[in-house]
Structures are given as structure tokens and as C-alpha cells.
């Protein structure tokens, strides 16, 4: 491993996705990647107590899966890196708790996935770890409870406002396979003051940005190189704003695409902005996007998850939003 | 990347974000709040055809409408009709019983005492706190008022 120019890391022994997976709900299997998602669920308890343990079950199923897929067992992994937006990230704990896997709790917001992916693939790189997986999730019912209003309140949601996708995604690293990962850019927290709390994808705009920015800096790379260009879950407003910052320093990006606006189909299942939450991004990936490197369809990919990472209390006392976005380049080779 | 300021960025926020189409929702919201003007009417009517008098007919109006809201709430269909009469259900005593059951629907997850009991008044606490300290001030300032 090396360290490419201030931000990028390098992976000189190229860890491989080995297998991966990605689960979700009833409004997720009714949009445009249905097909993509390895099991979906119509039942938003997954016949569980809570919606709490419903997404705990949706870690669990997502990386048995992934694990399995890779062709491993449970007790082949060396390392689990796990996250998702719940207090205390229960659904990581509870979901995990029966695997017997070492485990490193992880919080990035709905930044988690690419989080994951770069502690899992540093693991193997460095030798620390034969086989590690990275997991995330979120679920609607649980997001909408902790951080908004209670589900059966009647209020209208802005136009700015995104949904949060309850799905999960997992994958499985390991040394030598086909789908790799080349390059890693650790986000740095950026905040341009937005304390809109319905209005995440201008307060991630700017993190993402910056990423991408320094990435293209340090790897002396243009968005042209890449076959497709994928952020989490920027949403319709934070996707018009990135272009637009991105715009400023010279730099269009033509081969874009963004997890929260291709997971809905946004006009006919009412999303208003797009989707969001770790379990958005950590979907895509898993699903579509990996499923696609598979068929050979693409073959080099940046995927940049992002995350505001604010919390109810910081929000009520007025504080603005900061901004993350972790990039991951993806390449079959 | 170029230095941007707050106030720079806050102003190619609000360009890019769409605005809530205040006009359709102050259409659907008067539409729908005089709908329900229209159902309490109706009950009042009612109810007063069955004997009652009028004070008596408009507590008995109060009381089916915290029910129908209450059963709709409970049967997930109060927020489907919410997300497109917004204040239209939202002034009516129907909010008001939307906000007691939803949290209470809600959080009997976390217990009936600690869960339902401790967050039952979550979104109407708020309402209720200023509501009931405004009412006092009024009341007060007409009282004094009456002694001169």
C-alpha cells in the first residue's frame, strides 16, 4: 500500500470483491434495479417485533449472503466492518451479533458502505486480515422514527427532502479475484453552513466535491478515465449542486450517476429528491453496480458514498450540517 | 477547490432547491380543512335531529372527529390523506388526534410506560405547553380588563 499525493490511497496488492450482496424492501423492489437485489422483502418487519430487528435481519441477510456467494464460510472471515444510522449503530451489533466474526463498529453515515469497503480493503491489503467484509443498512421505518416525525403523522414532506432506502448491502474482500479495488480517497468533513435538515444533498454536495477534486488531483486522472462515476445518495438537489461546484474548477462530469436517483423511479414512487441512507449507496453497490462489473458491462468505477453527519440534538440547537464523501475506485482487470 | 463562503454557497442552494408549490397546497389544504368543516357541520346537524342541543351536538362533532382521525391514523391511512391536505387536516381538532396516536402507535415498541406513556406527547406536546400558557395570558389580560 502506498500513499498517492495528500489524500489517495494506493492498493499495490490489489484486494478483490470476492462476493457481495444486497437486500432490501417492498418500494426499493418496485423501482428500476429490482432485479439487481439478491432476496427483497414486502414485509417492512420482516416478520420481527421491530422495525429495529427488521433491519438487523437485513445485515444478517446481506452478509450471509455475500459471504456465502464468495464461496466462504462465516468463520473464514477475519474481520467484519459494519455501520448504519441508528443509535449506538444497533443494527450493525444486533445484526452481527450471532456471526462469532471480530468486529469494528463504523459510522459514517449513509457514507458507511464506502467506509467499510476502504477499512476492509486496507485489511487485506496490509495483511491483517485473509477475508473481511463490509456491511451497512438502513431502513426506512427506523430513520424515519429516530430522526423526523412518527411514521402514521400526517405531514408533507419538501420537495428537497429524500427517502431513506431500506435495503442493505455487503461485500466480501479478499486477495486475488477479478473486481479490485485500485484507490481510495479518505474524505475530509466539509460544512458550507446548510442547517436545512430536509435538505441533505446540498449539505453533502460540497464534501463530495472535494473528494472527487482531490482524487483526480492526486491519481493526475479526469472523470473521462472512468467508465461511470457513482455517488450515494446526492439526491436531485445535491446532484445539480456538485455539477455546479465541480463546474467552478474545471471539471464536468458526463458519466455520472447517483445511487439515490437510480435506486427510485422518483416521480411515480413520490421520493421527492431521491433516496438516501447507508442502506442506498451500500444497495446500489452491491447489487447493481457489482452485479454490472460481473458481466463485464463496466470495468473501471469510482464509487463515492456520502454522508451528513449531523444528529437530531446538534440539529435543534441549530448547528449546521457537516458534510463526508469516501471514494472508492473499482477496477475489473 | 475554490474557496466558497457560506452565504455564496446558500445562495446556489436556494437557486438549485425547488421551492413546496405553495399555491396547490393552499388549494388542497383549503379544499380539504372545508371538507371537514363540512363533515362536523353535517354531524352537528345530526346529531341535533337526534335530539341533542347545540352545545351537547358540537362536543358529540368534536368527539367523532377525534375518532375518525384516530381510527384512520390506526389504520395507516391518515398520513396517505395528510401528504395532500396538509393543513387541510392539520388545523381541524383531526391533526391533533393524528399527533396523540401516531407516537402512540409508534413507540409501544419501547414499553407502555417508557415507550407509549413518556412519548405520547411528542408532537403535541409542543401545541399543548403554548396553547394552554397562551390561553392562560389571555385570560389574565381579560380579567383585567373586566375590572375597569
Redesign the interface.
Known amino acids: 500500500m502506498k500513499r498517492l499525493g495528500r489524500y489517495t490511497l494506493l492498493f499495490e496488492r490489489r484486494p478483490a470483491i470476492l462476493g457481495h450482496a444486497a437486500v432490501c424492501g417492498k418500494k426499493e423492489a418496485a423501482g428500476p434495479l429490482a432485479r439487481d437485489f439478491d432476496q427483497t422483502f414486502l414485509d417492512s418487519y420482516l416478520n420481527q417485533?421491530?422495525?429495529?430487528k427488521a433491519e438487523s435481519m437485513l445485515q444478517t441477510e446481506a452478509a450471509n449472503l455475500a459471504i456465502r456467494k464468495a464461496g466462504l464460510q462465516k468463520q473464514d472471515i477475519n474481520m467484519v466492518f459494519a455501520g448504519d444510522l441508528l443509535n449506538q449503530c444497533i443494527s450493525s451489533t444486533f445484526g452481527l451479533r450471532g456471526m462469532d466474526i471480530p468486529f469494528l463498529g463504523q459510522y459514517g453515515a449513509c457514507s458507511t458502505m464506502a467506509q467499510t469497503l476502504i477499512m476492509a480493503s486496507i485489511m487485506v491489503e496490509c495483511g491483517a486480515a485473509n477475508y473481511a467484509c463490509a456491511v451497512t443498512s438502513s431502513h426506512f421505518c427506523t430513520a424515519e422514527?429516530q430522526f423526523r416525525?412518527?411514521?402514521?403523522?400526517?405531514?408533507?414532506?419538501?420537495?428537497?427532502a429524500q427517502w431513506t432506502a431500506t435495503a442493505s448491502g455487503s461485500a466480501v474482500l479478499g486477495m486475488s479475484g477479478d473486481i479490485q479495488v485500485r484507490h481510495a480517497t479518505v474524505g475530509r468533513i466539509t460544512d458550507?453552513?446548510?442547517t436545512d435538515m430536509t435538505?441533505m444533498g446540498?449539505a453533502m454536495a460540497?464534501a463530495a466535491?472535494?473528494t472527487l477534486?482531490d482524487f483526480f488531483n492526486d491519481t493526475a486522472t479526469k472523470p473521462e478515465d472512468y467508465d461511470r462515476i457513482y455517488t450515494g445518495d446526492l439526491g436531485a438537489?445535491g446532484t445539480?449542486?456538485l455539477y455546479?461546484?465541480l463546474r467552478?474548477?474545471g471539471i464536468v462530469l458526463r458519466n455520472h450517476e447517483d445511487c439515490g436517483l437510480i435506486l427510485f423511479n422518483r416521480e411515480a414512487q413520490d421520493v421527492h429528491a431521491g433516496g438516501s441512507g447507508c442502506g442506498c449507496s451500500a444497495g446500489v453497490l452491491c447489487g447493481h453496480i457489482l452485479n454490472r462489473m460481473d458481466r463485464g458491462e463496466l470495468k473501471n468505477i469510482l464509487f463515492m458514498a456520502t454522508g451528513a453527519l449531523m444528529s437530531t440534538t446538534s440539529s435543534q440547537q441549530g448547528e449546521?450540517i457537516p458534510g463526508i464523501a469516501h471514494l472508492v475506485h473499482v477496477g475489473r482487470g | 477547490m475554490k474557496k466558497k463562503t457560506p452565504q455564496q454557497y446558500d445562495a446556489m442552494v436556494q437557486k438549485a432547491s425547488p421551492h413546496s408549490p405553495v399555491l396547490k397546497n393552499c388549494l388542497f389544504a383549503f379544499l380539504s380543512g372545508g371538507a371537514i368543516c363540512t363533515l362536523g357541520q353535517a354531524l352537528a346537524n345530526t346529531f341535533m335531529l337526534l335530539g341533542l342541543d347545540l352545545k351537547d351536538a358540537r362536543t358529540c362533532v368534536s368527539i367523532s372527529l377525534i375518532f375518525i382521525s384516530a381510527a384512520l391514523t390506526a389504520c395507516g391511512v391518515y398520513d396517505n390523506i395528510a401528504k395532500y391536505a396538509g393543513a387541510g387536516t392539520l388545523v381541524p381538532i383531526t391533526g391533533f388526534a393524528n399527533s396523540m396516536v401516531s407516537p402512540a402507535l409508534e413507540f409501544k415498541s419501547e414499553g407502555f410506560v417508557t415507550g407509549l406513556g413518556a412519548k405520547l406527547f411528542t408532537v403535541a406536546g409542543p401545541v399543548l405547553v403554548f396553547g394552554i400558557s397562551a390561553s392562560v395570558l389571555y385570560g389574565i389580560v381579560l380579567y383585567i380588563i373586566g375590572l375597569f
Open positions: 417485533e421491530s422495525w429495529e422514527r416525525t412518527p411514521l402514521e403523522y400526517g405531514s408533507q414532506r419538501a420537495p428537497t458550507l453552513g446548510v435538505n446540498a460540497p466535491a472535494q477534486l438537489v445539480k449542486l455546479e461546484l467552478e474548477n449546521s
